[in-house]
């Protein structure tokens, strides 16, 4: 008679028996956030940005609408943005940030910095902040300060930063991009760090997903990279 | 013209008046986390308790031992989790001199799911068992907000953990030793505080195995930083 016979044995004489209890999911008791389903990110490195995000929109959290959607929208030639929040909003806004963006390009004769690009964003949302709930990530590349990441909150907050997360996923990957972001990464190395990133957020947030768009923007150009599902990185459990 | 609505005025109480921490349940908003290794677990929690935006305690100790070597993190609010463990340690030390034998952690973690899962709608606890026992070695066992349970080999929890998800997946490995768990435990508790205002104060770490229970502070100053901006 081995050891774990014995113990149930001892257990049965003792009164205790062993019950079959069904495991129920707990229910969420944290309300939902603003932001949508999504996981935008941008970092600078050095030459360049790299600006990336996730490729799912969805519905109510149960409902996938797209599994492919590119949520990096191109406001100039060298200045992209990522949206967070709602979709409609965000179309709306960035629409009349690319008129306003190409005619102010015009009047300059020159292309536009990019944090001129975030001001346009910024003022959208700052004066329509009462109807407005979409937040931005603008990054892009311009003769004038190189590589730049700017953010625009959902209130119409504008701040320069080396790097930035955005979108539901975000949260899970704030410890990764503390501990793991260094400043003047080469190019290889920070589309390591953004993939990264984006797989682990995709791995825990049920309505991130898809495959992971990243665009490198520098002074040469704009490169657009798509890692699909499969070719993501896997961490220790999968 | 300026318009003029009459509104109904209650008396105020003087609870109206009171600031929100007076008014504001006990949390222990936290962060706490449990790593297995070959011959033990390495529990780890900070150290903050709050009311509302007040911090009550800065120097909180979230790491209760249920038996000899068996401990349990605690998270949510701070009332229920402590009536709960109180309840756990009477019915396992019962348990245990019933069978004569040190319990299993296992049937720690089954006391504690079945009272998080009996009175659920009342109860707001999530709590991480882990200990060493003879038959399995060191476990990890989690038994989040309704009551389900569950074992992994690394798990968190609390608000602040939200945070540190991305990096305990891509930085934890299989087959860690002592001191890397201790030092990987530290650092993802170290950078769900920096992010989390409900997390903070100190990182209070343990590790049980077959020798017994080591105890470790990590002070503020002592923490690694990770601001890059």
């Not at chain 1, 490729?55 to 409902?63: E, I, N």
């Not at chain 1, 940030?97 to 959208?124: W, Y």
């Not at chain 2, 707001?124 to 200990?131: D, E, K, R, T, W």
């Not at chain 2, 074992?151 to 939200?162: H, K, T």
């Amino acid at each position: 008679m081995n050891e774990a016979t014995q113990y149930k044995l001892k257990l049965e004489r003792l009164g205790y028996h062993q019950f079959r209890t069904m495991e129920r999911h707990p229910t969420n008791y944290l309300c939902k956030g603003v932001s949508t389903g999504t996981t935008i990110l941008a970092v600078k490195f050095n030459g360049g940005v790299i600006i990336g995000s996730d490729s799912r929109a969805s519905v109510g959290g149960s409902y996938v609408s797209s599994k492919v959607i590119n949520k990096l929208i191109q406001i100039h030639d060298k200045i992209f943005c990522c949206i967070a929040g709602s979709l409609a909003d965000a179309q709306a806004v960035t629409k009349m940030a690319k008129f306003q963006l190409s005619f102010h390009s015009i009047q300059m004769d020159s292309p536009p910095l990019v944090k001129a690009a975030a001001s346009v964003l910024k003022e959208l949302c700052y004066s329509n902040r009462e109807d407005l709930e979409a937040g931005f990530i603008t990054a892009g590349w311009d003769k004038k300060r190189g590589p730049q990441v700017y953010t625009v909150s959902m209130g119409g907050m504008l701040l320069s930063q080396p790097f930035t997360i955005g979108g539901s996923g975000s949260t899970y990957i704030y410890g990764y991009v503390d501990a793991k972001y260094k400043p003047d990464m080469s190019r290889e190395e920070c589309l390591q760090f953004a993939t990264n990133a984006l797989a682990l957020a995709i791995g825990r947030d049920n309505v991130s997903g898809g495959v992971a768009h990243l665009v490198v923007i520098t002074e040469g150009g704009v490169e657009h990279v798509v890692v699909p599902g499969e070719k993501l990185p896997k961490f220790h459990d999968e | 013209m300026a318009a003029v609505s009459l509104v109904r005025c209650e008396r105020g109480s003087a609870r109206d008046v009171a600031p929100d921490w007076m008014r504001q349940e006990l949390r222990t908003g936290t962060t706490i986390m449990a790593v297995e290794f070959d011959g033990g677990v390495v529990i780890g929690a900070d150290s903050r308790t709050t009311t509302g935006a007040y911090i009550a305690n800065r120097v909180t100790d979230k790491l209760t031992p249920i038996h000899e070597r068996i401990f349990c993190c605690r998270s949510g609010s701070a009332a229920d989790t402590q009536a709960i463990s109180d309840a756990v340690t009477y019915q396992l030390g019962f348990h245990s001199i019933e069978l004569d034998e040190p319990p299993l952690v296992q049937t720690a973690a089954n006391l504690f799911r079945e009272m998080c899962y009996r009175y659920r709608e009342e109860l707001m606890a999530g709590i991480i068992v882990a200990g060493w026992d003879k038959r399995r070695g060191g476990q990890v066992y989690t038994v989040p907000v309704g009551g389900m349970l569950t074992r992994q080999p690394v798990s968190v929890g609390g608000s602040g953990s939200s945070y540190i998800y991305g990096y305990v997946d891509s930085n934890y490995r299989a087959h860690m030793s002592k001191e890397e768990c201790l030092q990987f435990t530290a650092q993802a508790l170290s950078l769900a505080m920096e992010r989390d205002g409900s997390s903070g104060g100190v990182v209070r770490l343990a590790v049980i195995s077959e020798h017994g229970v080591e105890r470790r502070v990590v002070a503020g100053n002592q923490l690694p930083s990770f601001s890059a901006i």
